[in-house]
């Protein structure tokens, strides 16, 4: 008989059993790798920043670089196959819907969606702004005799043409390109979302033997992507590690510790903003938040990681496809629109920043002032690039429109890399909530599912146990009938 011991876990079999869990556990588990990379990460990025002090500034600046390798490898294989993948994703989303009609629904939702969720997340920042009055705590004359009355802000990244006379040449004009593969090939993901919209509608208005061609190429494009995607997956916990690495020791622990309130406000507001999806996903959706957590939490690590909607895209369409259930013509429409004009997060932060900045230099907003500032956030965040650190040119231009200094944005730009991280995950989390919400108006059930129903329908198994029981039963009547006779 064998004997267990209370500390049996410390024998050779014990040993090598927990290794192999724990191998194993590491090797399914993409979310608790990346977990891990960040947290060796940040503490690397302690001991060799600032905060720290054991190594040179110089050198510890040098150091991350090179840490940051991979990182670096990482975010290029992405955004390298971005805009294809974009471009593909969503003529085959729209060009998969049955009719016009269908394409028309689904369309004028999920736009309809984006925009009210958008105004309600500018509302809830600048609500939870002014019930905390975060910027209470600092004094506008300190910053404005630090680094002057104004803070250069490049704007170019948004291609604005603030003159009121050629607003609707330019608004067009950056809408819809000239040349289709110019916007291709320089990364204007509005336009090639439009562009990619307009042909996805003609698709469907083809009679399926014109259209097949093109959706093969497109299905094939698709594919090499999402190898690609699958390629830069293994590299993932490396780069968060090489990344986290660099801003810890770059932004060093101070700068989160002296904007302490206006960090907690704007992260306190992004949590209420993921409770109000968790329960749309409950209500609308019909689907539990628990599971859509446990569903999205790779995703979400990663956007917090890399900063960046549009370079998480391609695993957005793979977990609302295979983890959530979501039909491809959903995901394949509504990931790569949202990544682009979704911006839930990035319209939340708007609404912080602005009303923290007006309380610091002693500027009062009223209530036209506000909805200014709401507008503002919400068309600002449609449209603008998903890359990272694109919130402060966005912010610049809804401090000019009510009147705030931009000097302030030098204050709030030291926490900005940690609030980017922040806000990107809540974006990409309000895009899976998209797709989930219009997979349930749309039908809600994929095509893999509908076949199983179908078959379950038609060929319904009978246990082999009835036909025995019945069986038995018959020849029980029969012999009861026979001794009677």
């Not at 200094?405 to 709030?412: K, N």
Request: charged share 15%; glycine share 8%.
């Amino acid at each position: 008989m064998r004997i267990y011991y209370p500390l049996d876990f410390r024998r050779n079999n014990s040993l090598k059993t927990l290794s192999n869990q724990l191998r194993d556990l590491l090797e399914k588990k993409l979310w608790l790798k990346i977990l891990i990379g960040m947290g060796l990460g940040i503490f690397l990025g302690l001991f060799l920043g600032p905060f720290g002090g054991y190594v040179d500034p110089a050198y510890a600046e040098i150091i991350s670089e090179w840490i940051a390798i991979p990182g670096y490898i990482f975010l290029g294989l992405l955004k390298m196959i971005v805009v294809p993948l974009v471009f593909a994703s969503i003529i085959l989303g729209v060009a998969s819907s049955q009719s016009m009609s269908a394409l028309k629904k689904t369309g004028v939702s999920t736009a309809i969606y984006f925009v009210i969720t958008t105004a309600i997340a500018a509302a809830i920042g600048l609500g939870m702004a002014l019930y905390i009055h975060p910027g209470q705590f600092i004094s506008g004359d300190l910053i404005e005799s630090a680094m002057g009355s104004e803070v250069q802000v490049d704007t170019s990244a948004l291609n604005i043409d603030t003159s009121i006379l050629t607003l609707p040449a330019s608004l067009i004009g950056g809408l819809l390109p000239s040349n289709p593969l110019g916007a291709l090939a320089s990364g204007e993901m509005l336009q090639v979302v439009i562009v990619a919209i307009i042909i996805g509608i003609a698709l469907v208005s083809l009679n399926k033997e014109q259209s097949t061609p093109m959706v093969g190429v497109l299905n094939s494009v698709q594919a090499v992507c999402m190898t690609v995607v699958k390629w830069s997956m293994s590299l993932a916990p490396i780069a968060v590690f090489g990344l986290l690495t660099k801003f810890t020791i770059k932004l060093g622990i101070e700068a989160l510790l002296g904007m302490m309130v206006y960090v907690g406000t704007v992260l306190a507001s992004l949590l209420l903003l993921m409770c109000l999806n968790l329960l749309i996903v409950s209500v609308v959706a019909r689907y539990n938040p628990f599971k859509f957590l446990k569903a999205i939490r790779d995703v979400m690590l990663l956007a917090f990681s890399t900063s960046s909607s549009a370079a998480v895209m391609p695993l957005s369409i793979k977990t609302a496809e295979e983890k959530l259930g979501v039909k491809p013509s959903i995901s394949q429409f509504v990931v790569p629109l949202g990544a682009t004009v979704n911006m839930n997060g990035t319209a939340l932060y708007q609404g912080v920043a602005t009303v923290f900045l007006a309380e610091v230099f002693g500027i009062e907003l009223g209530p036209f002032q506000l909805l200014v500032v709401m507008v503002m956030a919400v068309a600002a965040s449609i449209g603008t690039p998903s890359i990272p650190g694109v919130g402060i040119v966005v912010l610049a231009l809804i401090l000019n429109s009510v009147g705030i200094p931009t000097s302030g944005i030098a204050l709030i730009m030291g926490v900005d890399r940690i609030l980017d991280m922040s806000r990107t995950a809540v974006n990409v989390a309000g895009d899976l909530v998209a797709c989930k919400v219009m997979n349930r108006l749309g039908g809600g059930r994929t095509a893999e599912q509908k076949a199983s129903e179908i078959a379950e329908v038609k060929v319904e198994k009978v246990p082999e146990d009835k036909f025995e029981d019945k069986a038995k039963a018959n020849k029980d009547i029969t012999a009861s009938e026979s001794s009677n006779t």
